[in-house]
C-alpha cells in the first residue's frame, strides 16, 4: 500500500530530479531544414561546370545540432537525377527508414520528388557528415553534420576558442555521374579525379584557383578545434599542417584518447576531430591533402590540395600576395607505415565495458575481382575482363523494384535472400599477391546475413589480394564498433586474437582495413533494420564490395522499427 501511495509522486519527482542533475536533458530541439537538389553552375579549375547542390551551395549546407535533438529534413529533388541522402554515422535508432542509402531502405526520390529525413540524434558528439547515397552524386552532395554537446562547456576537454569544419572533397571536370557510367558501361576502372578540394576550393597549387583558396583565421595563442571530414569519392587522404602538429580527441563522433601526430590519414566516410594549438610564430601556414594511394600500380590523382592556416594579428611579417605559405611534409603517397602508426594510435578516452561473449563470430573477405566477358559485353577491364569486387565471394547487386527494407517488412519475395555466408566459401591464402585465378570470380546476388536482436557480432574483415590488394574503408551503417585490432597477412584466431585491444579500443563508424591485411570489429546488434556495409571508395561499391546486415526486431516496441513514413518513396 505504501508503494501505492508513492507511486503518482515518481514522476515528478523524476522530472525534478532530471532538471537538477541534466537541465538540458529536457530542451532537446526538434531542427527543421529544407533541401532543395538542384542543378547549380560553379566556377572551378578554369571552367564553368553545372553541378547537383543543395540549396545551391557546395559544399552543401552544414547541419549544426546538439547530442538529444531531432532532425527534421525536408528534401525536394528538382535535379534530373533520383536521389537519397544519408546521415552518415547516425545511429537512426529504430528510424532505419531515414537512413537513406537508395534501394537499401528506401527508393530513390525521382525527380519531381520530395522526402522527409526525420530522426533524433541519441548519445553521439563530435563530427559526422551527410552525402547523397545515389549513384555517384555525393561527389558534390555532401555537408558537415556537427554535433555539439548539450552544453558548451561539456566537451572533455578546454573549450576551443573557435571552430572550422574542413571538408575534403573531389573534383572531376567531367560530370561524376557520366564518368560512372562509362566505368559501369566498360567493365574498366573509372577515371581519375581532377583534384582535390578543401571545403569545396583545390587551392593554390592548382590553375585558376588561388584566388578562392579558403582561409582559416586564427589568432596567436588559440586553441581550435578542426573538424576534417573525408568526403573524397575515391581517395584515402592525408592531411598535415605547415609548421604545427595536432592534438586528435576525436573520430567518427566518439571521443578518443588525445594524441599528437604531425598528420593525419583518414578514409572516404571518416571524421576526426583536432585541436590545434596556435603556437608558431605569426605567419601563414598551409593545411595540406594529397593521396595515400595503397593499390601498386593504379592509377591516381596525386595533386594536392591546399587551404592557409593565417595568424590573424596584422602581425605576419612581410605578408602580402608574394609571401608564400609554408608547406608541411606530407607522407609519401604509399607510406603504408605512417598509416598503420597513425590508425593504431587510437583509444577510446576511458576502459569501454566492451560487448560480450560473442554470439556470431563473422569472417568476412573484402577485395576485388574480375569477370570473364561474356558474349555482347564491353569487356574494357584487363585482358578483356570486367572488374568486379565482393564481399566473401558475393558481388552486392542493389534490387530496383524494393528497398531491401521494404521487401523484408512487407514480406515481399525474391527481393534479397538471407544466405550471405558467416566466413569465407573457399580458404585460400588472401593476401598471397598471386591467388589462383579459379578464385578472381565473385557471384553477383542480393544477399544479406540475418542477426538476432541484441547478438554481440564480431566481425573480421580481411582484405585479399585478388587482382591488388588495397586498403579498404569500410563503413557500416546504423552502427558505431570497436575496432580490436589490425594487422598484415591473414588473420589467424590463434595468435591474432592476443593482439585484441580489450580494454579501451576506439569506436568508429568506418575501418581502414589495411592492403593485403585484417581489421577486427565488435559491436551489438541493437538497432532493428537492414544496414548497409560497403568499402566507401565509391569504385569499389560501384563495384559490388557491399553487403547488408538484416538485424530483427527485439521484444515490445522500443525494441522495434517504427512504422515506415507515409511520405516514402515508391520505386
Ligand atoms: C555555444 O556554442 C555555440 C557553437 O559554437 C555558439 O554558437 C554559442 O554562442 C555558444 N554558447 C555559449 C553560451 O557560449
Ligand atoms: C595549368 O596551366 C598551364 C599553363 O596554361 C598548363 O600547362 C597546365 O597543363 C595546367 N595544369 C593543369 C593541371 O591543368
Ligand atoms: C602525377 O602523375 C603524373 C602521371 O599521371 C605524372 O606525370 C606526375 O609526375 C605525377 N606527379 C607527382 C607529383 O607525382
Ligand atoms: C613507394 O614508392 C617509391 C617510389 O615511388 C618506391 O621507391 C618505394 O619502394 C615504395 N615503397 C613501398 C613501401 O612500396
Ligand atoms: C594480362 O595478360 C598478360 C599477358 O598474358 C599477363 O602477363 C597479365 O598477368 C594479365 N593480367 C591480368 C590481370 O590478367
Ligand atoms: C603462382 O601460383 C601458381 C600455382 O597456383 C604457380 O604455378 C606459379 O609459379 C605462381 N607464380 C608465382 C610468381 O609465384
Ligand atoms: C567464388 O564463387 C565462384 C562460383 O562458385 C567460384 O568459381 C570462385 O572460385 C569463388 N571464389 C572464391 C574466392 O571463393
Ligand atoms: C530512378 O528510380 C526508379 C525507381 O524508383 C528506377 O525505376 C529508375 O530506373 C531510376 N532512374 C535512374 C536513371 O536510375
Ligand atoms: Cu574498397
Known sequence: MESHRRTPLLPRFLSFFLLIVFPSSINAEVRHHDFVVQQTPVRRLCNTHNIITVNGQFPGPNIEVRNGDTLVINVVNQAQYNVTLHWHGIRQMRTAWADGPEFVTQCPIRPGGSYTYRFTIRGQEGTLWWHAHSSWLRATVYGALIIRPKQNTSYPFANPKREYPVLLGEWWNQNPIDVVRQATLTGAAPDISD????????????????????????????????????????????????????????????????????????????????????????????????????????????????????????????????????????????????????????????????????????????????????????????????????????????????????????????VFSADFPSQPPVKFDYTSNNVSRELWQPVPATKVYKLSFGSVVQLVLQGTGIFSAENHPIHLHGYDFYILAEGFGNFNAATDSAKF?????????????????????????????????????????????????????????LESLEPAPADMPLC
Open 195 to 414: 583534384a582535390f578540394t578543401i571545403n569545396g576550393q583545390p587551392g593554390d597549387f592548382y590553375n585558376c584557383s588561388s584566388k578562392e583558396t579558403v582561409v582559416f583565421p586564427v589568432k596567436p595563442g588559440e586553441t581550435n578545434l578542426f573538424r576534417f571530414i573525408n568526403a573524397a569519392l575515391n581517395a584515402e587522404l592525408f592531411i598535415s599542417v605547415g609548421g604545427h602538429s595536432m592534438t586528435v580527441v576525436g573520430a567518427d563522433a566518439s571521443y578518443t584518447k588525445p594524441f599528437t601526430t604531425s598528420y593525419l590519414m583518414l578514409g572516404p566516410g571518416q571524421t576526426t576531430d583536432v585541436l590545434l594549438i596556435s603556437d608558431q610564430p605569426p605567419s601563414r601556414y598551409y593545411i595540406a591533402s594529397r593521396a595515400y594511394a595503397s593499390a601498386q600500380g593504379a592509377a591516381f590523382d596525386n595533386t594536392t590540395t591546399t587551404a592557409i592556416l593565417e595568424y590573424d594579428c596584422g602581425c605576419i611579417p612581410g605578408q602580402g600576395p608574394s609571401s608564400s605559405p609554408i608547406l608541411p611534409a606530407l607522407p609519401a603517397y604509399n607510406d603504408t607505415a605512417s598509416v598503420s602508426a597513425f590508425t593504431t594510435s587510437f583509444r577510446s578516452p576511458k576502459p569501454v565495458k566492451l560487448p560480450s561473449p560473442v554470439d556470431e563470430h563473422l569472417v568476412f573477405t573484402v577485395g576485388l575481382g574480375l569477370f570473364e566477358c561474356s558474349p555482347g559485353q564491353i569487356c574494357g577491364g584487363p585482358n578483356g575482363t570486367r572488374f568486379t569486387a565482393s564481399v566473401n565471394n558475393v558481388s552486392f547487386v542493389l534490387p530496383s523494384s524494393y528497398s531491401i527494407l521494404e521487401a523484408h517488412k512487407m514480406a515481399v519475395p525474391g
Open 501 to 557: 585491444n580489450l580494454v579501451d579500443p576506439p569506436m568508429r563508424n568506418t575501418v581502414t582495413v589495411p592492403a593485403s591485411g585484417w581489421a577486427v570489429i565488435r559491436f551489438v546488434a541493437d538497432n532493428p533494420g537492414v544496414w548497409l556495409m560497403h568499402c566507401h571508395l565509391d569504385v569499389h561499391i560501384t563495384w559490388g564490395l557491399a553487403m547488408a546486415f538484416l538485424v530483427e526486431d527485439g521484444v515490445g516496441e
